[in-house]
């Protein structure tokens, strides 16, 4: 078989099930939860997820097919720059991997853009996320990443930006119990048509290592979010605060010897 064919048999069969890609990209087969985002057919999906579960390599393969497809458009909305240039590596390593023959017009650490007309973008979110503001997408997916991480006033400004046949997808470990991901995770009658999907580590027979370090690092509130999925609590702190008051002790003394501290 030429290499031609190949890559077209094996783009074809990634094209129709999703989940081969993504468990190319881990060397593993995909989790439940990675199945129903990727084979989801709803305009809105919210994915709540334990951390190093997957998230960004997941959405790194939602938005490497959908630049496979001419003139689709992915915005990927991270709260921070350095997580939207690390998402964006992911991006392009899983767009690479696919190996379809379709130039870059350009490609800086944030943005590819191909010469099939398609577009991804990773956005930092900033506080009002004007980064974002004065697109549109018409076929393609707007992703929040870090979801319970981004300012209200940034999903106030962008959830317009998908139009018609894109996708709004919110992926997210949990945060506090208001703003917008939150509310959009708990609230069936203001939000009935989000398809919700759970992705817990504790339930995954392939975390059970990264579980149990976590368990024995992190204080128990820690866990309860990070792995257990649990929204935080208004007022409860993250951090356990015997865990801080014993981070700060006057024994030993501190010892500066000949150090002037300034003081
Ligand atoms: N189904 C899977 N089987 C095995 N490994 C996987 C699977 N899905 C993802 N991984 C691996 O899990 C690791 C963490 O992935 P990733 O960075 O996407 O997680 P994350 O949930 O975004 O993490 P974080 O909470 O730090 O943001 C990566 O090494 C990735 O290859
Ligand atoms: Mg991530």
């Known amino acids: 078989m030429s290499r031609e064919v190949a890559l077209f ?9 999703p ?6 990209v881990v060397e593993a087969p995909p989790d439940p939860w990675q199945r129903q985002l990727l084979t989801s057919t709803s305009e809105t999906i919210m994915v709540l997820a334990s951390r190093r579960i997957g ?6 393969v939602m938005a490497a097919q959908e630049l496979a497809k001419p003139r689709h458009e992915v915005i990927i909305i991270c709260p921070t720059l350095a997580q939207s240039q690390l998402l964006f590596a992911k991006i ?8 379809l023959p379709i130039a870059d017009k350009r490609r800086t650490l944030l943005e590819l853009h191909l010469e099939n007309g398609s577009i991804a973008r990773c956005v930092p979110a900033g506080q009002e996320g004007t980064g974002a503001r004065g697109h549109g997408i018409k076929r393609g997916a707007l992703i929040y ?3 319970a991480f981004i ?9 317009a930006i998908a139009e018609d046949d894109a996708k709004t997808i919110l992926i997210t470990t949990p945060g506090g119990k208001s703003g917008r991901a939150f509310e959009m995770w708990t609230d069936y009658e203001d939000f009935p048509d989000v398809e919700r999907i759970r992705a817990c580590s504790l339930d995954l027979p392939r975390m059970a290592k990264t579980v149990e370090r976590a368990r024995r690092n992190m204080s128990p509130l820690e866990f309860k979010v990070e792995h257990g999925l649990a929204w935080m609590g208004r007022g409860t702190p993250f951090f356990d605060p015997e865990t801080i008051s014993k981070a700060y002790t006057d024994t030993p003394p501190l010892a500066l010897g000949d150090i002037y501290a300034g003081l």
């Open 92 to 99: 392009a390593y899983t767009w690479d991997l696919i190996g």
């Open 9 to 17: 048999l094996r783009t074809l069969s990634e094209r129709l099930d």
């Open 19 to 24: 989940t081969l890609l993504l468990a190319r």
């Open 55 to 60: 998230k960004s390599t997941t959405v790194g």
């Open 145 to 147: 990443d870090e979801a």
């Open 151 to 159: 300012p209200d006033k940034v999903f106030g400004s962008t959830l």
